[in-house]
Protein backbone atom coordinates (compact mmCIF):
# COMPACT_ATOMS: atom_id res chain seq x y z
CA UNK A 1 0.00 0.00 0.00
CA UNK A 2 2.53 2.43 0.98
CA UNK A 3 4.79 1.83 -2.16
CA UNK A 4 1.16 2.33 -4.15
CA UNK A 5 0.89 5.56 -2.53
CA UNK A 6 5.00 6.65 -3.29
CA UNK A 7 4.25 5.24 -7.18
CA UNK A 8 1.37 8.12 -7.42
CA UNK A 9 3.39 10.54 -6.03
CA UNK A 10 6.25 10.10 -8.13
CA UNK A 11 4.58 9.95 -10.97
CA UNK A 12 2.51 13.42 -10.05
CA UNK A 13 6.21 14.93 -9.12
CA UNK A 14 7.31 13.78 -12.65
CA UNK A 15 4.03 15.70 -14.06
CA UNK A 16 4.51 18.73 -12.29
CA UNK A 17 8.29 18.83 -13.37
CA UNK A 18 7.26 18.74 -17.04
CA UNK A 19 5.07 21.23 -16.70
CA UNK A 20 7.02 23.27 -15.03
CA UNK A 21 9.80 22.76 -17.98
CA UNK A 22 7.05 23.49 -20.62
CA UNK A 23 6.29 27.01 -18.79
CA UNK A 24 10.17 27.89 -18.57
CA UNK A 25 10.57 27.16 -21.72
CA UNK A 26 7.31 28.75 -23.21
CA UNK A 27 9.18 32.32 -20.94
CA UNK A 28 12.33 31.62 -22.34
CA UNK A 29 11.29 31.95 -26.17
CA UNK A 30 9.06 34.77 -25.07
CA UNK A 31 11.89 36.83 -23.32
CA UNK A 32 14.08 36.07 -26.64
CA UNK A 33 11.54 36.97 -28.59
CA UNK A 34 11.30 40.64 -26.63
CA UNK A 35 15.04 40.85 -26.73
CA UNK A 36 14.91 40.39 -30.32
CA UNK A 37 12.21 43.12 -30.87
CA UNK A 38 13.80 45.36 -28.40
CA UNK A 39 17.23 45.31 -30.62
CA UNK A 40 15.18 45.72 -33.59
CA UNK A 41 13.70 48.61 -32.34
CA UNK A 42 16.97 49.91 -30.94
CA UNK A 43 18.58 49.86 -34.91
CA UNK A 44 15.86 51.47 -35.85
CA UNK A 45 15.90 54.11 -33.71
CA UNK A 46 19.77 54.55 -33.99
CA UNK A 47 19.58 54.12 -37.71
CA UNK A 48 16.46 56.61 -38.35
CA UNK A 49 18.40 59.03 -35.54
CA UNK A 50 21.83 58.95 -37.35
CA UNK A 51 20.83 60.17 -40.50
CA UNK A 52 19.19 63.41 -39.64
CA UNK A 53 22.34 63.96 -37.32
CA UNK A 54 24.80 62.98 -39.42
CA UNK A 55 23.16 65.05 -42.60
CA UNK A 56 22.78 68.05 -40.50
CA UNK A 57 26.26 67.86 -39.44
CA UNK A 58 27.65 67.39 -43.28
CA UNK A 59 25.19 70.79 -44.47
CA UNK A 60 26.96 72.92 -41.00
CA UNK A 61 30.34 71.98 -42.08
CA UNK A 62 30.29 72.67 -45.68
CA UNK A 63 28.16 76.25 -45.16
CA UNK A 64 30.86 76.92 -42.64
CA UNK A 65 33.74 75.92 -44.89
CA UNK A 66 32.67 77.86 -48.05
CA UNK A 67 32.37 81.05 -45.55
CA UNK A 68 35.53 80.21 -44.70
CA UNK A 69 36.55 80.04 -48.20
CA UNK A 70 35.51 83.30 -49.67
CA UNK A 71 36.50 85.35 -46.51
CA UNK A 72 40.35 84.47 -46.78
CA UNK A 73 39.98 84.69 -50.65
CA UNK A 74 38.92 88.41 -50.30
Known amino acids: M ?3 KVDTL ?3 MEVEAKKMRREVAAME ?3 AAM ?3 KEHENRAK ?3 NAKPSVNST ?3 GRSMG ?3 L ?3 TQ
Do not use: D, N
Open 2 to 4: LAK
Open 10 to 12: TKA
Open 29 to 31: KEV
Open 35 to 37: RVE
Open 46 to 48: RFG
Open 58 to 60: LLA
Open 66 to 68: RGG
Open 70 to 72: TRS
